[in-house]
């Protein structure tokens, strides 16, 4: 008897273990590069290739691995996740602005904004937002596209708690993100009518101009701030919303390969400087000009106060002022170290004041 009881001993735990096992790979969150949930996850795609470097709470300083992104890793693992669940109580939104041939380009309504958010009904979810153009463009079917390759990437997911959906949704009525795919059961949809119309594409009556809302991690103790601006904004997401409100001057990374760039500008307490050059440690061997990055963030610059660092959509660019988006901001200083650490060149302040820069910063406070 005693045998028989160690032996169904035996056979629960491995029966428990299975189940652990499945009901961990059936949770919404972000992925690693095993296919684990994570409270977070942030990756840079460098130039010229599709490796990258990785970062995530357990290993909080840059690493390489030998994934590739079209065909295995982090980002495959989170949007199957997704895509191969044939469950339909679950809302997803998949968005990215390069715009097929069935979309009109006359009229830019749409925000300068990429990324996924997939929740079941309530329980916690995740949000990925990243600066790929043309990611999975095919209905539910993950794609890496090949016109990637030259220029860095970034990708940032957190996993959240399912309250945070409804202020998500929020936001989404403001930046209106070009929808490519979605899924919304109607008990989600009826709780959160916003979030059905982002999802097609329904404008909302007397919107507001900008939004700033905090966000629920999970396990995690991130501290989460979203910014959000509409295409009636006509300012800098940067210099006039997000470091007035947070109280820190930030280095931006963003895309620099437009007519209309916008200079350093300095004038104004927590100022915005233009980063110029970046370089990893030196295990990686990897540094590379801003001209050759499509990723956007921005790092608070000092040492001293909070240390934010912020993930998001829009281009330091006057061409942007017209184009709804916005930034995930996170207070926590593994990540502020990731990113501040990376940055030893920045454009220095310019001798005259452009006439768009004249404006006053919009405060929260």
């Not at 499945?22 to 296919?35: I, K, P, S, V």
């Not at 339909?88 to 749409?110: A, I």
């Not at 995930?328 to 220095?348: A, Q, T």
């Amino acid at each position: 008897p005693q045998c028989l009881v160690v032996k169904f001993s035996r056979i629960f735990l491995i029966l428990y273990t299975l189940f652990c096992s499945a009901l961990a790979n059936n949770t919404f969150g972000c992925r690693d590069e095993n296919n684990n949930v994570v409270d977070w996850l942030i990756a840079y795609k460098f130039p010229d290739g599709f490796s990258y470097g990785l970062a995530k709470p357990d290993q909080p300083n840059w690493y390489s691995t030998n994934g590739d992104l079209r065909y295995d890793g982090f980002l495959k693992y989170t949007f199957d996740q997704v895509f191969n669940d044939t469950n339909k109580d679950f809302v997803f939104g998949m968005y990215n602005d390069e715009v097929p041939d069935k979309v009109s380009k006359s009229d830019v309504w749409y925000g300068h904004m990429k990324g996924l958010l997939a929740f079941p009904d309530n329980d916690r979810g995740f949000w990925l937002i990243h600066s790929v153009p043309k990611l999975s463009m095919k209905p539910n079917q993950f794609v890496y596209p090949e016109t990637s390759k030259e220029y860095a990437q970034h990708f940032f997911c957190v996993t959240l708690n399912y309250s945070s959906l409804e202020t998500i949704a929020d936001h989404l009525v403001i930046s209106r993100p070009l929808i490519q795919s979605f899924q919304l059961p109607e008990s989600i949809a009826e709780l959160i009518p916003k979030l059905k119309d982002a999802f097609n594409h329904k404008p909302e009556k007397n919107a507001s101009l900008f939004l700033s809302s905090s966000l629920n991690a999970t396990e995690s103790d991130l501290v989460l701030r979203l910014f959000t601006k509409s295409r009636k904004f006509h300012q800098d997401l940067y210099s006039d919303l997000v470091a007035p409100n947070l109280k820190v001057p930030l280095f931006a990374e963003t895309w620099r390969h437009t007519a209309s760039n916008l200079p350093s500008n300095c004038t104004t307490e927590y100022w915005v400087k233009n980063i110029e050059k970046l370089e990893w440690p030196k295990s990686m061997k990897v540094k590379f000009k801003s001209t050759q990055d499509h990723s956007k963030w921005t790092v608070s610059a000092n040492e001293e106060g909070d240390k934010w660092t912020c993930f998001g959509d829009i281009n330091r660019s006057e061409s942007q002022f017209s184009r709804g988006g916005g930034t995930l901001c996170v207070m926590d200083p593994r990540i502020w170290e990731l990113f501040r650490d990376i940055v030893v060149e920045v454009e220095g302040c310019p001798i005259s004041i452009p006439w768009s820069k004249l404006s006053p910063s919009l405060s929260l406070n």
